[in-house]
């Protein structure tokens, strides 16, 4: 889910204050949410500590779980193991490598994940950065920060601002990379 | 489930009072039903809006409850979701890019849908556009609003007019396009 | 689970008395089998009517319970909702159309059909004719009658008649062609 | 599962007697353990009397279930039934056509077979051999029937004898040919 | 999940006592844990001698059950079966052949494993060695080996050691090759 877009548009991520507006108010809280986040000692990048550090600047209302596994194809497991601890949702980090057998590799774990999701009920937002994507080292690097960031801004609003990625729905958002915003024409 | 057809037929899609001898009068349902609409902010096109349009067009009998998530591969969760709010069947609307690594994630989406259908027993209805579908924008557009308003239709006949849908069995339907219609000679 | 074989042999379907010898007597059935026929508006022949004017051809002792689908990928939610009516047996019929993109499109509708099979323990023949497989409308035609009748027959058999089955172990059964019959030399 | 080796070795399947230092003693056995057979009609050849006839050279103890199906994408289905009708392991038996199709076909089967083994937690010992694995029809005939045997003995042993099948972890066995044996180094 | 890293690092296996800062003291365990180990007949090199002798250099507070069957497909079953007996973790040992079948074979093996893991929630580790990845038999021997030993202290660490994989998050760990280590620039 990230291609060069046609046009740049504004970042998603950002201050907590710019986004208040929309969050519902911690207080109302029923409970404290559990996020799980699980990745992985494969991945060339420390997504989880941006994942956490971007979920801490989104809001409150939350604790967070973390839990590193070897690679993509352990996480389906792991987001298991979150689930069973109580967590309400969880962010799966990882990354993928440049040969054919990543990409089946990537396949299964996306099986194991859409396996979970159906048994358990809850979302499990995967987030997974193909080393191909960038053309050197620190671009990559940055493709791993942006996409995790805007992916943990997606986890924050599916518990707690639904209103807010409904308002983004159909409107061409690609995390970790610029938006490639609607069709033409078809926004006033 | 598009391409482009032979030859041009009628279009499924239209005024209510068109099709009101096929309904069945909403004044027998026993309960209201609820339609659950899954989208994605993805998607460069709004296409919750218009099957909700499109659903009203075609009958009464029916709640909405609408839901966003992220791309293709959340939607199986957010069915999911919608079927533990007490939805009798699931649209799930989302758009599928042009590289091969987007094919792969239509796949474990398709996947996931599947895995939720198994277990939950009832529809997910699944309405996919391919961005490299239409020529331009405009036509992507229009490809995406006929879409997704033919698979109204069907959801709204799979659960009010199922005399409506086993009519047009065998006869070469194509959402989005012009019809394939029945194989020459088959049909008297 | 079709392709030209070497050999043209003898048809399996065909008038219900040729095989009376093998069918189980109706009479002795505890309780009427139902049948469920799941078919879809995307194909372009109507294997529905091919199927139930078949199955009627082999013998009595069942009910058919018909649903309509808009494409393949809902066959296995149909299915399922066949079950949940009561079906012992269901026959999924479809058309699988030429692009790569429908190639994916079957594998995912496999997929259902395998998950609702392994979770509910009952069989769900399924019968897909590809759009590519004939040469012209008219062969393609006659193609989807008789791949449709020849599992018509398969279903009974497996409810009703397990030895005619058996009876056909490894002998190279081909559904809408004319069948591989056996390897050289492994039949007296 | 089955490719040319570098070596030819002394094959697994043979004599009963020479094969009874590793059996478990039937009359220790609790009860009789069944084994289920699944076949197709499909196959050109008979797959199921090679099995049946290998595991009862192996030893006693067990009862075999046979079930025929029309293909490879039945086998699921098959096998569970045979789960539900008492089978502690069955041997699902199927051959692969030469086509593009016929390899989704094989990769569908596979799905179910892995979905039934994840519900019922008992083994499918699937045994698949492709059209074009052999150069012509007696070749392929043998195939067949020394690839199911072999498998006959994994199965038996799985069930009777697992100190047997242990003692041949990491020997580079393979069903059908002549085994690949261990790296050149790695054994005593 | 290997391939040749741009860099060279210090091996993750190795003598006890140099982990021995990170473990968990074997006394504080509640219960003694059971680990899992599945391999295979076809593998050419003893998988899973070297899995336990790895284990038993990691630490205390386990005991070993050991499971063999034929193929990669077997694996799944397997481990749900060891876990079935009881047990916390499984290492499923395998390999996997040259051949586009054999790649087949994975995807459906993956398959297998991920439903098992989905549905009862504990860690399969899956070792999978391709035949074509190192460019003789000694080489592959090694790369067994390796592979094999690193993944057996991923499952000692997820097991006993959860903060020693935590500090592996993110750093590029390649098991059986040199770690490709984190991208340049993103660790102090």
């Known amino acids: 889910m990230a291609r060069a877009p046609a046009t ?4 998603r991520t950002g201050s907590r204050s710019a986004r208040r507006g929309l969050a519902a108010p911690a207080s109302k809280a029923k409970r404290l949410k559990r996020i799980g986040i699980v990745d992985t000692s494969f991945s060339r990048y420390d997504m989880a500590s941006a994942a956490i550090d971007e979920l801490r600047k989104q809001g409150e209302g939350f604790a967070v779980e973390r839990y590193t596994v070897p690679g993509i194809k352990d996480l389906a ?4 193991i979150l689930f069973d601890r109580g967590c309400d ?5 990882g990354m993928v490598g440049r040969q054919p057998v ?37 671009e990559l690097a940055g493709l791993f920060d942006r996409r995790t960031r805007e992916h943990a801004v997606n986890a924050y609003d599916l518990l707690f601002r639904p209103a807010a990625i409904r308002a983004r729905a159909g409107t ?9 915003g609607p069709l ?3 926004r006033p």
Chains 1, 2, 3, 4, 5 share one sequence.
């Open 8 to 11: 740049t548009r504004r970042r």
């Open 77 to 80: 497991a792991g987001a298991r």
């Open 89 to 93: 949702l969880v962010m799966a980090l």
């Open 102 to 138: 990543d990409k089946d590799c990537a396949l299964a774990a996306d099986f194991g994940l859409q396996a979970v999701q159906a048994r358990v009920g809850k979302h499990i937002l995967g987030v997974m950065v193909h080393e191909e994507e960038a053309k050197d080292e620190a």
């Open 172 to 180: 061409g958002q690609r995390e970790g990379f610029a938006d490639a």
């Open 184 to 186: 033409q024409g078809t």
